[in-house]
């Protein structure tokens, strides 16, 4: 495209300007952290508990979550905080088929044949600011990259929830309940005995997933997924 010839392209999260479109100074992707290692086997987390084996963090065993199995590409951290704010408020939407890529990679576990993958819908005024639903963005990338039905309006937002920016954990869990969320009509039937992906681009408390998964759970999903681009490791209550 014209416009993309004459701007520079600039890096994704801190907008030096780089060679590539779509790419990351050398600096951020130094800084970037990729999930890997051992791994809360519902939520995801990073265990630093040492322990061998499938096993469960200390949290889910405690209190298990609404949705069967989290995943993330990339820890919630210093870079990865600025690429998704560049993401979601910059504009700089040139790296969403990057994100993917390091989504399905993440998500290999839950991206089975057959998977519906619903993205975290939009507060209508937001997406009116925004002009655009990262989480919707996400999810058409990995519908492309992986072949899977990508469904982005079965997911509504029935009520408004104030913005959870500069909210602490506590008070985000109690701004978001399942009431928020509905599926629409139409689409029930879809759902029903189907496993389902949900795509957002990051998971903190994970009181928006919960909230979507007992609404998905009613509706008859059968296995029901968490796949973000990032999640918060240590501090669950590291603000947006
Ligand atoms: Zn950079
Ligand atoms: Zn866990």
Redesign the pocket.
């Known amino acids: 495209m014209l416009v993309h010839a004459l701007l520079p392209a600039?890096?994704?999260?801190?907008?030096?300007v780089?060679d590539e479109q779509g790419s990351?100074?050398?600096?951020?992707?130094k800084?970037l952290r990729f999930i890997g290692g051992d791994l809360c086997r519902i939520c995801g987390r990073p265990r630093e508990d040492g322990r061998p084996g499938d096993l469960a963090c200390a949290e889910c065993a405690d209190e298990p979550p609404a949705y069967d199995i989290a995943r993330a590409a990339l820890v919630y951290g210093t870079?990865g905080r600025?690429l998704i704010l560049s993401f979601k408020h910059g504009g700089r939407i040139a790296g969403a088929s990057t994100f993917a890529r390091w989504m399905v990679d993440a998500g290999r576990p839950m991206l089975t044949d057959g998977s519906l993958l619903l993205p975290v819908p939009a507060h209508r005024w937001r997406l009116f600011a925004r002009g655009f639903n990262q989480a919707a963005l996400l999810a058409g990338h990995v519908a492309r990259q992986t072949g899977l039905v990508c469904l982005p309006d079965t997911l509504r937002r029935v009520r408004r929830t104030v913005s959870q920016q500069g909210l602490g954990s506590r008070e985000r869990r109690a701004n978001v309940t399942p009431g928020a969320f509905a599926v629409a009509g139409r689409d029930a039937h879809a759902i029903a005995d189907r496993p389902v992906v949900l795509i957002d681009d990051v998971l903190t408390t994970g009181s928006t997933v919960n909230a979507c998964s007992v609404i998905l759970r009613r509706a008859g999903a059968c296995r029901i997924g968490v796949l973000t681009l990032a999640r918060v490791a240590q501090d669950e209550t590291q603000p947006i």
């Open positions: 600039r890096c994704l999260a801190c907008g030096r780089v990351l100074c050398e600096v951020c992707w800084g870079v600025s």
